[in-house]
């Protein structure tokens, strides 16, 4: 059944190309989709036809909303549609997950361009080179630019005119030569710029060329440290420079990518060849809930693999031809600005590469799985033992509760979920003491518990809310006081909920559980004890990070606050640069100095302050 709303919406769809976007009841994107005719394609998902598959029957089921934007063209849907995608990560798209995110070497466009790594490539109009697989490598070359030419690392803006009174330490070691003053020449900076993007862009060897220069040199005045030194920074240039030969179109390049299907997640293996040679190899685990075809997995990889990426080869092989095979073909030439050509080897040479892929790709998910399937086995054991220990039958969520406070002052308590075995993130929740003074555990999770229940009450019938979804058992960490503080407020909410605590030696290691006012001791080695260490931890883990950012806060606003002439710029920059209060404590006026918009004036009476508030 659709309602009246999306009725209306879908008569009035236009007969455009564009991108649709699905939203449940609560305003949340469930799926992304482009279409040459939007109109069609959207409504298509609400006709009576019942050949539709398992994953758009369980989406239409969810979708209370849509919206849509209209583009120029099919590759404008495209790539529309793969941002969105990467930015929502909408429950129901194959989502490519990547935990490596290789670094890149980025150089900034303004004047007196900065140096820098970093994670990502955003429409900033700098240059950015790679991605490196190699993240060493990628510090070093930085590090060895930066020795060899004295770029700045400051964050000044001097496009709008920033200027400071005096230079940072880095001018006095002869690392920049402080166009913060004025003392830079522009003409040698940005020709000194130049070089390391000769160098990113493999124009040039003069930079390896040095390096050579100076290991030679320290070795024969038997430096053999530094010599040491620059031949790490050779072996860093090396790597950089490999991954840069991809300009070279004379030797074979390509992109090798095959998929395998597992139980429930598809691995797909990317093989990068450059000059001939294997340079690099990345693999993504893809969650596989509804069984996907194999051709939308590929052109859903595609797609967002090639959104970002700085080069793309002038031949791609895969191994499964995708879907909108046609329009991915136009992305990646309009990318590249020049003929991608994407290959399905039958025979020979890159018939075998394909096959090395899909191998790989093969064993991973198989041992990927293979793992999964081990934790989830040692979990479903500790749950069910649990179970069976304090003859529970249903244990799909528990709840685990823990104070944290430093000499009894800023307490703060923590509530953990786990539903089936599994921690739900999503369900945490964190209070902050009201009614306690001083370190009363006792009274901090009477508190606790009364609110959490009282929120139950009150947020009946609401979907938004973590607190409606009451637990099988709640877990204490703490002995019989703690569980009889929780028996006494479940009892007076009305509400019937187990109890039981988790009882600790005197090296403050858990040895029982306490039940029904009985102790049930628990040996390391028996699964019970891993699953509840690790609800345990959680709760602990969990309440102590709260804590301590609620102390920073307060130190941010109570130290930093009382400081002559620091204003809310400068408590950023000083944050920015030092960290933490601590570090400030240990800075000295030049160190200090260094900190865009703090002076000389200022920086004493920084110092100043914290010499006479130890």
């Known amino acids: 059944m659709i309602n009246n709303q999306l009725k209306e919406k879908l ?11 699905m939203k449940n009841d609560q305003g949340q994107i469930i799926y ?17 036809n ?22 120029e063209n099919e590759v404008e849907a495209l790539v529309l549609e793969s941002n969105l995608i ?9 989502v490519l997950r990547d935990d490596k995110q290789y670094p890149y070497i980025k150089i900034t466009r303004e004047k007196y361009p900065r140096i820098q790594k970093v994670r990502s490539v955003a429409k ?37 005119g920033q ?34 993007k000769n160098f990113l ?14 290991m030679n040199q320290a070795s024969k005045n038997l430096e053999f440290e530094k010599a040491a030194r620059y031949r790490d920074f050779h072996r860093a240039l090396s790597v950089i420079s490999a991954k840069q030969k991809v300009t070279d179109l004379k030797a074979e390049e390509y992109d090798i990518i095959a998929l395998a299907k597992g139980l429930s997640y598809v691995c797909v293996q990317v093989f990068l060849m450059r000059d001939g040679k294997l340079v690099d190899r990345q693999h993504f685990m893809i969650k596989d809930v509804y069984r996907e075809d194999k051709a939308d997995i590929m052109a859903t990889f595609i797609k967002q693999f090639y959104l970002d990426i700085m080069y793309i080869p002038k031949e791609i092989l895969l191994q499964v031809e995708p879907r909108d095979f046609k329009v991915i073909g136009d992305f990646l030439d309009q990318k590249k600005k020049a003929k991608v050509k994407i290959t399905l080897p039958k025979l020979g040479k890159k018939k075998e590469l394909v096959d090395m892929a899909y191998r790989n790709a093969k064993e991973m998910v198989e041992k990927y799985e293979d793992r999964i399937d081990k934790r989830e086995r040692k979990k479903n054991a500790g749950l069910k033992g649990l179970q069976k220990i304090l003859n529970i039958d249903n244990l799909s969520r528990i709840e685990c509760y823990d104070i944290s406070n430093t000499a009894g002052v800023m307490s703060v308590g923590s509530m953990v979920v786990f539903e089936n075995g599994k921690p739900n993130p999503k369900e945490y929740r964190k209070f902050r003491i009201q009614t306690v003074k001083g370190p009363d555990d006792y009274a901090s999770h009477r508190e606790v518990l009364s609110r959490r229940l009282n929120r139950a009450k009150t947020d009946k019938g609401k979907t938004k809310t973590g607190f409606v979804h009451l637990p099988n058992l709640i877990l204490m960490d703490g002995g019989k006081g703690q569980v009889s503080v929780a028996k006494d407020v479940v009892a007076k909410s009305g509400f019937t909920i187990e109890v039981a605590g988790l009882v600790k030696d005197n090296k403050h290691t858990t040895r029982a559980i306490i039940y029904n006012n009985k102790e049930i ?3 390391k080695t028996d699964p019970v004890y891993k699953f509840i260490y690790q609800i345990q931890e959680e709760a602990h883990r969990f309440a102590i990070n709260y804590h301590r950012k609620l102390r920073e806060k307060s130190m941010k606003e109570s130290e930093l606050d009382k400081i002559k002439g620091v204003g809310e710029k400068t408590k950023i920059n000083l944050y920015r640069h030092f960290k933490t209060i601590s570090n400030m404590k240990k800075a000295s006026v030049e160190e200090l100095m260094e900190v865009p918009l703090v002076g000389k004036k200022q920086a004493l009476e920084i110092y100043q302050y914290f010499r006479l508030n130890k």
């Open 521 to 523: 001791p628990i040996k």
């Open 86 to 94: 990467k930015k929502n990560r909408p429950r129901y798209n194959i």
């Open 163 to 196: 200027r400071l009174d005096r230079p940072c330490l880095n001018y006095f070691i002869h690392r920049c030569k402080a166009p913060c003053i004025d003392k830079e020449d522009e003409a040698l900076y940005m020709g000194n710029i130049k070089k390391v």
């Open 32 to 48: 992304v989709g482009k279409a040459i005719n939007l109109k069609k394609r959207v409504r298509q998902y609400f006709d009576n």
């Open 50 to 71: 019942k050949n539709k598959g398992r994953k758009v029957l369980a989406m239409v089921s969810h979708i209370d909303d849509f919206e849509y934007i209209i583009v």
């Open 11 to 21: 008569k009035g769809l236009p007969d455009l190309p564009g991108v649709y976007i």
């Open 124 to 160: 900033d109009r700098a240059y950015y080179y790679g991605p490196y697989p190699d993240a060493y490598a990628v510090n070093d070359a930085i590090e060895l630019f930066h020795i060899l030419y004295p770029i700045r690392t400051c964050n000044l803006n001097f496009d709008k």
């Open 201 to 214: 862009e493999n124009k040039s060897d003069e930079i390896s060329n040095k390096v050579i220069s100076i």
